[in-house]
């Protein structure tokens, strides 16, 4: 059995002390490959660092998270795309989207860095991971004139309404990204995840968020994205192993580059 974690911050600084533990018992998991959307320019080395030191488990991505869009974040939009267009080594434009959740401050810029970035997704044929938090409405404006572009990519850590998953899977080149919140005890993922087909979902953590019970409110690390899986095969009624088939599936039929 491979499992793929399809979205982990493994560089971040929570990992500093542990990291080779952490990739030890995430292939004790069977855990086979790890990808890694960007969050900022300052990100990036220690990112590529991770892909240096682990080819063929870590898989980078590049994309500026819209918490960080703020003053300059066109000119550092210019800086990253000339790392595009430079050969490079990245799987997908991410980690992109909208988040309206703590701030609206920049509002109107969110979106333009996001529409500008799904333009990138377009122009060098990399598939986007998206984040959307309190944003629903907005997304789909920005994404909707893109649909018959054929833009692909998975709307991560996906915590929404049935009729929101719909909204969702709407657009035919997109995966939903499922964490550990589906294990927790009063969500309401479970039900909603029934209403969306398994060939349209992958498996996440968002290392070092949201850990799965029962490691919720601590760090969470890719080995836990097994809790998830559980969590998933109990809730379509199939068995772990198919779960992890599928979901492997589906990661490298929208992500390529990472099946390479």
Known sequence: ??????HAHLFDEAFAGDLDEVVARAKECHIE????????ESTVPGMLSLCGRW?????????????????????????M????????????IGEVGLDYYWDRTYYKEQQDAFRRQVE??????????????????ELLEVLSPYKAEGISGVFHSFGGTAEEAADLL???????GINGVLTFKKSSLPDVLRTIPLCRVVLETDS?????????????????????????????????????????????????????
């Open 120 to 137: 990138w997704s377009l122009a060098y044929g990399l598939p986007l991971m998206i984040h959307s938090r309190s944003a629903h409405e």
């Open 208 to 260: 070092p968020y949201l850990a799965p019970v029962p490691f919720r409110g601590k760090r969470n690390e890719s080995a836990y994205v097994c809790r998830t899986l559980e969590r998933m095969a109990e809730v379509y009624g199939l068995p772990v192993e198919e779960v992890a088939r599928q979901t492997r599936e589906n990661a490298l039929r929208i992500y390529p580059k990472a099946a390479k």
């Open 55 to 79: 080819p063929g488990f870590f898989y980078p991505m590049l994309g500026l998270h819209p918490t960080e869009v703020r003053p300059g974040y066109g000119e550092v939009l210019d800086r």
């Open 1 to 6: 059995m491979e499992i793929i974690d399809t």
């Open 170 to 176: 709407s657009f035919e080149g997109f995966m939903i």
């Open 33 to 40: 490959k790890v990808f890694l959307p960007n969050i900022d």
């Open 81 to 92: 795309e000339v790392r595009l267009a430079s050969g490079n080594p990245f799987i997908g």
